[in-house]
C-alpha cells in the first residue's frame, strides 16, 4: 500500500504564492505517477497537474497554466506544487494521488490511492 501525506496549505492573500508537498511512502512507493486535484464544497473534483513516473512529462489544466507547476524529486519521495499569482479562484482543498499508467490522466477514477487534502485559501 502507498500512503500520501500533503502539507503547505494556507491563508493567502491574491497574487500570493504557495507551495505545497506530497511525502509517499509505502511498498511501492515512488513507482508512480502523480496527479495534483483540488475540490470546493458541492462542486466535482478538479485536475490540477500530472507528473510521470519519473517526473519528464506533465501536463497543467488550462486554467492554472502559467502560475502552476509540478514537480517531483523521487529520492525525497516527495511531490511538489509551486502556486504562483494565486487567485481566490484557487480556494480548494488540494489533494495528491497516485496512479499508473493512463491515457486519462485527467480523471480521478484512474488514480488508485489519494491524501487527505490540505487546505488553500486566497483572500481577495
Known amino acids: 500500500q502507498v500512503q500520501l501525506v500533503e502539507s503547505g496549505g494556507g491563508l493567502v492573500q491574491a497574487g500570493g504564492?504557495?507551495?505545497?508537498?506530497?511525502?509517499?511512502?509505502?511498498?511501492?512507493?515512488?513507482?508512480?505517477?502523480?496527479?495534483?486535484f483540488r475540490q470546493v464544497p458541492g462542486k466535482e473534483r478538479e485536475f490540477v497537474a500530472r507528473v510521470s513516473r519519473y517526473g519528464r512529462i506533465t501536463y497543467v489544466e488550462?486554467?492554472?497554466?502559467?502560475r502552476f507547476t509540478i514537480s517531483r524529486v523521487n529520492a525525497e519521495n516527495t511531490v511538489y506544487l509551486q502556486m504562483n499569482s494565486l487567485e481566490p479562484e484557487d480556494t480548494a482543498i488540494y489533494f495528491c494521488a497516485a496512479g499508473g499508467y493512463t491515457l486519462y490522466y485527467s480523471d480521478p477514477r484512474e488514480y488508485d490511492y489519494w491524501g487527505q487534502g490540505t487546505q488553500v485559501t486566497v483572500s481577495s
Open 62 to 66: 488550462d486554467s492554472v497554466k502559467g
Open 17 to 36: 504564492s504557495l507551495r505545497l508537498s506530497c511525502a509517499l511512502s509505502g511498498r511501492t512507493n515512488m513507482d508512480y505517477a502523480m496527479g495534483w
